[in-house]
């Protein structure tokens, strides 16, 4: 066994807290470490990167365990979990917010929000800070405020060589680029420094449900009225089945003042005859955590998304099919969903981050969930099937939702989320400061030989 000291505790199979903290949020992921390092500061980061070196053990880095595909959990490897060091100090008069690489997004707006203040943060509380952050983080604020990778001023990591190193403007300004929006290639981010932003704590959201049947008219006004809305509003728009078929459910998420945030539901009430309407002002705080529950664990999880710069009609129409031949089919189809982009996201300079496609119109994602495993293939083929319906449309993929098979099938999903010459500069990064590929477990960049 290791001669190693941690400050943290050091958990093998068959120790107290050894199976709680090798699960993920993906109930599909069932994997082993040799070792978990719960890190309880840098030294502890640092010790587990050459100790995991030493012993020639693959390396995973855990932070909020939501990646579906797993990377933070090696099989046989070490996996370095961060959530011990989940703080976040808030300085209210610089607006700034120092937050650990093994935070929550919810420890993040708790603490802002404490002071009405908040930066863009993903939709599910229980999301890591670590890995939403590397690769981009869209949430409700990002059409106000760029994404969550935008709003990094900073990161103190650890690299592979084990060495501490500050990345922002002035210091590693090409690693800094590249930690925003290039995921967990070149080291472990034991602190953030996040801009913060005077939101309010006030929000309105709006949701309007459509038989299916008669939402395609509905949904073209949607879009319509999405391309000129206000940057305070997120459109959103799903399909579900529901007791009497599938239900289109349309609207938006305003953060700011409700009253203003209202001035748009004439329009979206303009736009068809809704089986149900519901429109709530829930506080920042609550939105945060509204699909906690839908967004939950201990489920098997699959999904497939794109970016679409465009939506045409017949984009429509493959939506609201969800990858099925017609519109009565088995309700055992994924939920699809889209989350518009556009605002501050599409105004920052491309080249300022390696984050790419700041050209989206909307996201979509084609999500199941489900807990026998006798499903799995049936529900991983039929959420492939709606991704793929809407494939023509499609511009690109975000890092974050890449799925295990895109990643393996060569470097083609890679080549989907970024750019040639993106990548090109994201190599020679991962060249520069992780040129043996030590962390790899990830949506890799794999250096030049
Ligand atoms: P983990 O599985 O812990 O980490 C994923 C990977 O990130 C690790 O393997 C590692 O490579 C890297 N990593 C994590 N932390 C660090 C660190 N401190 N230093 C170095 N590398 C690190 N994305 C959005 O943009 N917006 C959303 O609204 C959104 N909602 C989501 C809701 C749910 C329910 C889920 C499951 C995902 C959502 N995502 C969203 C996608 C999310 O950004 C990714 O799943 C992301 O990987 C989650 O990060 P994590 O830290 O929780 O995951």
Redesign the pocket.
Known sequence: MTTTRFDGRLLTPGDAGYDTART??NAMIDRRPRMIVRASGVADVVAAVRLARELDLEI?????????A???VPDDGLMID?TPMGGVRVDPARRRARVQ??ALLGALDRASQAYGLATTA???SH??????T??????WLARQYGL?CDNVVSCT?VTAEGEVVTANRAEHPDLFWALRGG??NF????EFAFQLHRTGTRTLVAEFDFRAEDAVPVIEGWRDLNAVAPRQATFTAGVAGGPAGPIATLGFVWVGDPDEGRRLLPAMRALGRPVATRVTTPSYLELQRR?DST?GHAYRRYAKAHYLGRFPTAAIEAFLLRGAADLSASPRLPAVGLQAHGGAIAEIPDADTAFSHRGTMFEFGAGARWTDPAEDEARMAAARAAGASLEPYASGV?V??LTADELADGRGGMRRAFSPAKLARLTAVKTAYDPANV?H??QNIRPAR
């Not at 999301?127 to 939403?132: D, F, I, Q």
Request: hydrophobic share 35%; with cysteine; aromatic share 8%.
């Open positions: 993920v949020w995973g880095v855990r932070c909020g365990g939501h990646n579906a797993g990377f933070a961060l690489g093994g993903g939709n599910v999301t890591g800070v670590g890995g939403l590397l690769g981009g983080g869209m949430g969550t990591l995921g967990g080291g472990v981010v034991t699909e967004g975000y974050n939702s962390f477990l990830n």
